[in-house]
T-cell receptor, first 115, second 113 residues
């Protein structure tokens, strides 16, 4: 099993450009989520999904869109990149609701720089 | 009320010493407290977790101490090793929180040989 795979590993965007961060898991996990990691801020939840066709907002959803058409994939779309979106983005999945003792499995992250 | 406050921001411990990282929360509805460990260039991974019905949980050299009345919990790493050098995140969640886990700001731990 590959676990949680994120692509690309690095990306540089200009302000106003759009792009999609890819996330795929091969563990048949129902729950998937996106976090951003910034120095001194910890991990902040952007969007999450409890199953195919179901998504919801986290703490910092503005400027990001998600969809969940399959169990395996959970792409994160930046609609119009801004310098404030410079961050490391992590996708995470869990067999079931992570608040019920089901650990989050993280990918290795995408480092995004917006100039 | 949804925050989890973590300290210190960074910590240097000699090999063989005890590393202690502290977290505090306000929301008494939190009922699940995991700790995640992150190595450079990698995503975080679950290290150990506790529910508030116990005051302590130990797994090998790692122990969570939980003080429900003070709304604090801490991670103790006994006999700290250079391989323990990583960033540690505490977190909290509640079953009614719509599947959200709230993370602390992280502690960068360095173990000196």
């Amino acid at each position: 099993n590959a676990g949680v795979t994120q692509t690309p590993k690095f990306q540089v965007l200009k302000t106003g450009q759009s792009m999609t961060l890819q996330c795929a898991q091969d563990m048949n996990h129902e729950y998937m989520s996106w976090y951003r990691q910034d120095p001194g801020m910890g991990l902040r939840l952007i969007h999450y999904s409890v199953g195919a066709g179901i998504t919801d907002q986290g703490e910092v959803p503005n400027g990001y869109n998600v969809s969940r058409s399959t169990t395996e994939d959970f792409p994160l779309r930046l609609l119009s990149a801004a310098p404030s979106q410079t961050s490391v983005y992590f996708c995470a999945s869990s067999y079931r609701d992570p608040t019920r003792d089901s650990p989050l499995h993280f990918g290795n992250g995408t480092r995004l720089t917006v100039t | 009320q949804q925050q989890v406050k973590q300290s210190p921001q960074s910590l240097i411990v000699q090999k063989g010493g005890i590393s202690i990282i502290n977290c505090a929360y306000e929301n008494t509805a939190f009922d699940y407290f995991p700790w995640y460990q992150q190595f450079p260039g990698k995503g975080p991974a679950l290290l150990i977790a506790i529910r508030p019905d116990v005051s302590e949980k130990k797994e090998g050299r790692f122990t969570i101490s939980f003080n429900k009345s003070a709304k604090q919990f801490s991670l103790h790493i006994m006999d700290s090793q250079p391989g323990d050098s990583a960033t540690y995140f505490c977190a909290a969640s509640m079953r009614s929180s719509a599947s959200k886990i709230i993370f602390g700001s992280g502690t960068r731990l360095s173990i000196r040989p």
